[in-house]
């Protein structure tokens, strides 16, 4: 097996790691107390290329591979994993969406602007009463003289107040599981269409998080995105690469986590040592270390057969639940290691430890993945 990087991908990196050193960190602070959506710095991922990573050049993205699309995750998500996360989710969820499954004109309508920058995506699947068990949504979309007539609404939708465009899932047939599911496009303004106010969170207090509310919100039937009925086997593709970047954002959070303990231990001293002397802290960060190693790993594997058009869902299941559960890992500890000092909000341990927990949540949580690889190991549909 290659581990290598190509130069292409090595210089990918450099520049997300650049810009994450000089635009996040510390600086992400207040906007993470405010609960503030830093607008002006995620504005400045556009001229970068990262707001169009797999949107095709001819429509202004950079059409580049999932490693690579990987690699920028995780240095986001190292400086900060808000950012991070409003980058990914509108790259993997919306955006690829629509690359992925709309028509061309689709493409040509909503593409540019996606992948510049000039407008953010957001993307609805999840409802309050299905979470984990996606296909059972109730939001209905009905034809009625030409317009599709959306009810419903979404919950825990990332982007959701600062997006552009949203890709919203809803049911269009008599079927009450997957096969009834139809995707949507919408745009920001549409009559009917609402955002309800943001939530606040436990973390991740930089991103944006609100609800979706369709009151008889009207759009053309050109809103409808593939094959009626296809929404949902949709959803679960653009899934897939969803899982790799939340798995990629597990990694930079806890090499993030990783790197404020050995920060700490060098420049606190007790009993007449740094911490970094302390056999037993150099144990405790040298097994984080390791595991931090194989979640990166598992997701530059997932990330490379997503590349080589083999089935990736089984790797990114692997890759999203060992990752996720290594950043809560890593995140609590690089707590411990700080003691007293990790739990109060002048460390950035604190911050990370919040924003860690979403990991394990999102994008299917813990429990899902498993589910999804115990399937495919024991064969079972």
Not at 62 to 70: F, G, H, P
Not at 108 to 130: F, I, M, N, Q, V
Not at 210 to 239: H, N
Request: net charge neutral; proline share 4%.
């Amino acid at each position: 097996m290659d581990f290598e990087l190509t130069p292409e991908q090595r210089q990918v990196r450099a520049v997300a790691r650049e810009f994450a050193q000089a635009e996040l960190g510390d600086k992400i602070a207040p906007y993470d107390e405010r609960h503030e959506f830093p607008h002006e710095i995620v504005q400045k991922l556009g001229p970068l290329g990262f707001l169009g990573v797999l949107v095709p050049e001819e429509y202004g993205g950079a059409a580049l591979d999932y490693v690579s699309y990987a690699l920028i995750v995780e240095e986001l998500c190292r400086g900060d994993a808000s950012v991070g996360i409003t980058m990914w989710a509108h790259n993997s969820l919306c955006t690829n969406h629509i690359a992925s499954f709309a028509s061309p004109e689709q493409k040509a309508k909503y593409l540019p602007a996606l992948a510049t920058g000039r407008g953010l995506g957001a993307w609805g699947l999840t409802e309050p009463g299905s979470g984990s068990d996606a296909a059972a949504l109730r939001t209905r979309a009905e034809l009625k003289q030409g317009e599709w007539i959306l009810n419903g609404s979404k919950a825990f939708i990332t982007n959701a107040s600062v997006a552009s465009t949203t890709v919203v899932m809803a049911r269009t047939e008599s079927d009450p599981k997957a096969k009834g599911v139809s995707a949507f496009i919408l745009d920001k303004g549409v009559p009917g269409f609402t955002v309800g106010k943001p939530y606040r969170k436990l973390g991740l207090h930089a991103s944006n998080t609100a609800e979706l509310i369709f009151e008889d919100a009207r759009v053309p039937q050109t809103a409808l995105m593939g094959a009626r009925g296809a929404g949902f086997a949709q959803s679960m593709k653009v899934l897939e690469g969803g899982r790799i970047a939340m798995a990629a954002m597990g990694v930079g959070i806890a090499q993030a986590a990783i790197d404020q303990a050995v920060k700490y231990m060098k420049q606190r001293s007790a009993f007449g040592r740094t911490l970094a002397e302390f056999n037993g802290l150099q144990g405790m960060v040298a097994d984080l270390a390791t595991e931090v190693e194989v979640a990166r790993l598992l997701t530059l594997r997932a990330a490379t057969l997503k590349d080589a058009g083999q089935p990736a869902s089984h790797a990114a299941a692997m890759a999203k639940v060992f990752a996720s559960e290594t950043a809560m890992k890593a995140a609590t500890k690089a707590v411990q290691i700080h003691g007293g000092a990790g739990y109060i909000t002048e460390f950035p341990v604190e911050r990370i430890f919040r924003d860690a927990k979403l990991t394990e949540i999102g994008e299917g949580t813990s429990e899902i993945q498993r589910m999804v690889i115990a399937r495919e190991i024991l064969r079972l549909s």
